[in-house]
């Protein structure tokens, strides 16, 4: 009956869209399903216990092999466990907008809000971010109405924010201009600037 319903929820869920992600659920059912098969006396004894250890072992050395596959970097440093410098040399590479909230941390003492105008990917941000996207509504509506510089300035402002990280690959890219504008650069890693909002707009 478990393996009816699994394959029925695989069935109905890519039936109705290709994203993988929405058959995660079913794989704990799966887990269910495997752990109850294995659990038979027949499977656990003999030649049949030593093939599924084959099985197992050979699943592990495989995933090992290509854990990379998982990611969009496309590139796993097992230094990154125990290395702190190899961490930071890590993130700093494939990871900038990380890199930008760990130099804000070092920056921001007082733990302003900090404006983010890039992917929000901010993991260890010791303050509360402020996303241009969908994350928070009213904040991107009011970047979105955003006319001009000045307007931008009072806004930024308005929200107490005196650090941004602005992303040259931002998707609004009218908005751009103004952010740029009322922000001085402070340091900068490949497309990723973190800025500092100009005096004027405190």
Not at 29 to 45: D, G, K, M, R
Not at 149 to 177: C, F, I
Request: proline letters at 3%; aromatic letters at 12%; a positive charge.
């Amino acid at each position: 009956m478990l393996a009816l319903v699994v394959g029925a929820w695989l069935w109905l869920t890519f039936e109705q869209t290709a994203y993988l992600r929405y058959v995660f659920p079913s794989f704990a059912l799966a887990c269910v399903l495997v752990a109850a098969a294995l659990s038979v006396p027949a499977l656990t004894q003999g030649w049949m216990r030593q093939a599924w250890t084959a099985v197992a072992m050979v699943t592990v050395v495989l995933n090992l092999m290509h854990f990379h596959s998982g990611t969009y970097y496309g590139e796993i440093d097992l230094r990154v466990i125990a290395d702190p410098r190899a961490r930071d040399a890590y993130i700093e590479r494939n990871a900038p907008v990380r890199w930008a909230a760990n130099v804000v941390n070092g920056l921001n003492l007082k733990q302003a809000p900090v404006a983010f105008f890039s992917a929000p990917l901010t993991a260890g941000l010791k303050s509360d971010a402020l996303y241009a996207n969908w994350y928070n509504l009213r904040f991107n509506a009011a970047v979105q109405k955003a006319t001009g510089s000045t307007e931008m300035g009072h806004l930024l402002a308005q929200h107490k924010v005196k650090y941004v990280v602005l992303d040259e690959r931002w998707e609004q890219s009218n908005s751009y201009p103004f952010v740029k504008e009322v922000t001085n650069e402070v340091a900068r890693n490949q497309t990723v600037s973190v800025r500092r909002l100009d005096s004027r707009y405190k």
